[in-house]
């Protein structure tokens, strides 16, 4: 990690002290979830009305996005947009799914059955459904692995399996399946080989698995993984080697981040998938390399990985420049993708801490504060030319935000057998699945370190309760019923045993603004620190600071504090750091360019 605070030593100690027993932490899903706090519950609230309208104007008005289905259905032959254009309109649908599941809407249901009347138009009878090669190059299917029929399909099981758990509609979840069932008639053992140029449908696969309850969706899943590092990968046209999409080494044997960025993300989660579906463990130890690479040598400070503009993913370790950093905001939601599956096979807080980051800093500056404009590329640093789009020729941040924001419930919780998991500090109303236990929490989290849960369950029964202490979290206090406690951490877990039905436990975590520094190896960050707050990241931009704007942070006598809520960025809640001379006002990362455009840097100089 380019840098962190580490836990505590005393905390460090705690974990040792307590025998490893923790299994699972499957998580609550985020249909049992109602968030109710003051941070994302207007901004989910909206979603539908900014982000979703804001996709389906884009894919139905000012792109060809839905035209290209409605030409396959009527036999014409004239594709617009690129080849992958039909993944936007299934990630759209797969948000516009998640959103109808908290936020029930006629309208944009009735829009949705729309879509899918269209898709459903636009297939085979075969079961082969992509419009790019169907219009422009029908007599060249399967030809080229980097084509992304696949990565399309994927996105297609997705969507579809998203639409039957919001509505029990299977339309759509059938047309991915026969499409499912259509590659498996093509590729497999004894069969052709093939290596998806861009993954995703290796964890589309293991979901098709779960709401079907056919296993053969994971055998191909896991054959289609392990096809990978033979040398039978074929593109075309591309100008890359088979690194850049993971095709140098068989999976099983990877150490090393390499390649394009979200294509190593959501094969991660397709390897982590795999395994939780089968409880296999063939892939741990290439994920936990990989883990380590990421974390420890990758990632920048805003959980965003993928450093490079010219192949949108690694070079060497430490190579994280500030200004031309690439991470896309597609990177970072894989990120929290791969990092919850990590959580759910072997429950460790650093997973949650990834998810976390990559949540408050990297995700969530992927989307302007209107809900409306999208960042595609997230530096740290800006000369004042940067600014969030409508949209974007390829188009696959806006439709991953689209699609994550509404599934963040499913973050805050998980379950295992005797135990309930709280992952995240987001005010909520969580039903468990056993159908018995509620928790309630309050929080003013980000900006304040205060919650509150309250458990409510049968009389006679008793739920250990795991509480995740946050990597950024160096002290805190801890009550049930109003006493103070103690309680062991387990893998940066606060261990409470035997809670019952009424049982309030207060965790107030302390929250001071913190100077970070990089790991030196970093040399865009040498004699600079980064500050933050809590899970939030800060920066300075110009606007703030037009006359400190180049005021460095000192060695000695940089004074550090809470500043004011900021009206317009929805009382974001400021940071000040006073240095000789003058005082930097900094704000969170994720809302910088949502005012007057002009320079903005997260690394500060730091010298006397
Ligand atoms: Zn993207």
């Known amino acids: 990690m380019k840098n962190i605070s580490l836990r505590s030593i005393s905390l460090a100690m705690a974990v040792a002290a307590v025998a490893a027993t923790a299994v699972a932490n499957t998580p609550v899903d985020f ?32 792109t060809g996005r839905m035209q290209n289905f409605e030409q396959v259905a009527n036999g014409g032959n004239i594709h617009s947009g690129i080849f992958f254009d039909d993944s936007d309109v299934y990630k759209a649908i797969e948000g516009m799914a998640y959103t109808l599941i908290n936020n029930p809407d006629q309208a944009l249901e009735d829009k949705t059955d729309e879509w899918i009347d269209k898709i459903a138009a636009a297939q085979d009878e075969n079961g082969y459904i992509n419009t790019f090669y169907t219009l422009a190059k029908p007599n060249d299917r399967w030809t080229d692995m980097d084509k992304h029929e696949m990565y399309c399909a994927g996105h297609l099981i997705e969507a579809g399996v998203a639409y039957q758990k919001a509505t029990g509609k299977d339309k759509l979840l059938n047309v991915g399946r026969k499409m499912a069932d259509h590659m498996m008639t093509v590729f497999g053992p004894g069969k052709r080989h093939w290596v998806p140029g861009h993954q995703e449908i290796e964890l589309a696969l293991c979901k098709l698995a779960d709401v079907t309850g056919e296993k053969k969706y994971i055998d191909f899943a896991r054959w289609l993984l392990d096809e990978r590092g033979h040398g039978i990968g074929v593109r075309l046209d591309m100008p890359w080697d088979p690194g850049y999409y993971q095709d140098l ?28 579906s089968t409880g296999e463990k063939t892939y741990m130890k290439a ?3 990989l883990w380590h690479d990421v974390v420890d040598r990758n990632m920048y400070i805003t959980g965003g990985i993928g450093s490079s503009h010219t192949n949108e993913g690694f070079t060497e370790d430490y190579d994280m420049p500030n200004l031309d950093a690439y991470c896309e905001t597609c990177a970072s939601i894989g990120m929290a993708l791969w990092n919850q599956r990590m959580n759910t096979m072997e429950p460790d807080a650093k997973y949650v801490d ?92 980000p900006y304040e370190g205060n919650v ?74 040498l004699g600079k620190r980064a500050i933050t707050r809590g899970p939030l990241v800060y920066c300075v931009e110009e606007c703030d600071n037009a006359n400190t704007y180049d005021l460095n942070l000192k060695v000695n006598g940089t004074d550090l504090s809470v500043g004011e809520p900021v009206a317009e960025l929805n009382d974001a809640v ?35």
Not at 255 to 269: E, F, K, L, N
Not at 582 to 588: A, D, E, Q, S
Not at 594 to 606: C, E, H, Q, S, T
């Open 31 to 62: 249909a049992r979830v109602k968030i109710t706090d003051n941070f994302w519950a207007p901004r989910l609230h909206n979603h539908a009305a900014t982000t979703v309208a804001t996709c389906i104007d884009q894919i139905e008005n000012k």
């Open 249 to 276: 080494t068989p999976v099983s044997e990877l150490t090393d981040i390499s390649g394009h960025a979200v294509r190593c993300m959501y094969m991660y989660s397709g390897m982590a998938d795999v395994m939780s």
């Open 287 to 289: 994920l936990h390399s």
């Open 354 to 445: 990834v998810v976390e980051r990559c949540i408050y800093n990297g995700i969530l500056s992927g989307v302007s504060l209107s809900g409306t404009k999208f960042f595609y590329v997230n530096p740290l640093e800006s000369t004042g030319g940067h600014h969030r789009q409508e949209w974007y020729g390829c188009a696959c941040c806006p439709s991953n935000v689209c699609r994550f924001l509404p599934s963040l419930g499913g973050y805050i919780y998980g379950v295992s057998p005797e135990t309930i998991w709280v992952n995240l500090y987001i005010g909520s109303e969580a039903a468990m699945p056993d159908g018995k236990w509620t928790l309630n929490q309050t929080t003013s989290y």
């Open 452 to 525: 509150s849960l309250t458990l409510a369950g049968p009389e006679n029964e008793k739920r250990d309760l795991r509480m995740r202490v946050p990597g950024w979290c160096d002290s805190y206090k801890i009550r049930v019923n109003g006493k103070a406690v103690k309680a062991p951490v387990e893998k940066g877990y606060l261990v409470l045993s035997g809670c019952g039905n009424g049982d309030r436990i207060d965790f107030d975590m302390d929250m001071p603004v913190k100077l970070n520094s990089a790991d030196t190896r970093v040399k865009a960050d």
């Open 574 to 608: 400021s940071v000040i750091a006073t240095v000789p001379g003058g005082k930097i006002k900094l704000v969170p990362y994720f809302s910088w360019d949502n005012r007057d455009a002009g320079r903005m840097k997260v690394w500060l100089d730091y010298k006397n």
